[in-house]
C-alpha cells in the first residue's frame, strides 16, 4: 500500500469496526505497506484508535524489481506474495484488499476449514474460468483446460503453514520474476498459476464484486454469462458479506459510475474524511 490508497484503507477499517462493535478484542489487523509516509501512518493510526482496533502497520520488504508494474498495478499488489515471511508468527491470516468495505461479520470466515488446502478464494466473477478470456493470457499454452476455474486474489484465507512447506506465494514470486509476460492481471495469474487448480472454494459473498459499476462501463461485456449470469451477479450485491470495488473503476473517484454501492461507499468516506485529518 502507499499514500494514495489511505483514504480506502480507513474506509475499510471503519467499515470493519463498524461491523464488529462487540467483537473487536478478538481481531488482529496488520496493514501491509512498502512506501506509506509518515503523515498517512500516523492518521490510520489515530482513525484505528479511534474505532478501537488493535492495528499494527508492518512494512514490507522491498518487491523484486522484476516483477511487472503497469498502468494500475503499482508494486504494492505484491505484497501479499510475501505475507508468510512478514508474519512469521502466524499460521493463518486473512488477506484483504483494500478496496472493500466490510459488510457483515466475518468471524465465520475467519474461522472456516480450509480442508487441507493452503489457500481460499472466490472464484471470480468476471472471469470464472479461464476460457472466459482475460486472465492468465497465456493459459492455452501451458497445458490448462478451458473451463479450469480461476480465483480473484482480493480476498484470500491462507494457511500460512501450509504456504511455506507447499511453496505456495514462493512459486508465485519465482513465476513473476522469470515470466510476466505470461501475466494480464499479475499477482493474481501468478497465484491461480501456482496453486494449480488446488484451493478452496469459498462462498461467494466473501468477495462479491460491485458489478452495478463493473456493468455500467461503456465497453464492458459479460462473456461469462454461460458460466454465472450478470442478473446473478448484480443480485449478489444485496447480500454480501464483503463487498469489492474491483476494476479501474472506484467509488472514491469522480469518474466512477453511480450505483447503489458506490453510493453507500461515498456515504462512508464522506464520514471517514470527518473523522480525522
Known sequence: MDDNFELPVRVLLHSLAVTHRH??????????????????????????????????LVQSPPVDPRFPVWRRFTAAIYLRLKVHEVLADESRVLY???????????????????????LGAVRDPVRPTLGCGGALPSW??????????YFNSGVLLLDLDKCRSTGLLDRASKILAERPEVARFPDQDALNWSADDNWLRLDQRWNTFAMSIVARRADYLHSAEHVVSLESLLRAEEVASILHFSGRNKPWQDSCPQSRSRDLYRQLLRVVERSVR
Open 23 to 56: 467483537c473487536l478484542d478478538e481481531l488482529r489487523v496488520v496493514i501491509l505497506h512498502d512506501a506509506l509516509s509518515l503523515a498517512p501512518r500516523t492518521r490510520i493510526r489515530a482513525h484505528a484508535e479511534q474505532l478501537g482496533l488493535r492495528l499494527e
Open 96 to 118: 484483504l484488499d483494500s478496496d472493500l468495505l466490510i459488510m457483515d461479520d466475518i468471524r465465520e470466515l475467519l474461522t472456516q476449514p480450509l480442508d487441507g488446502f493452503a
Open 140 to 149: 492455452d499454452h501451458l497445458d490448462f483446460a478451458a473451463d479450469r476455474e
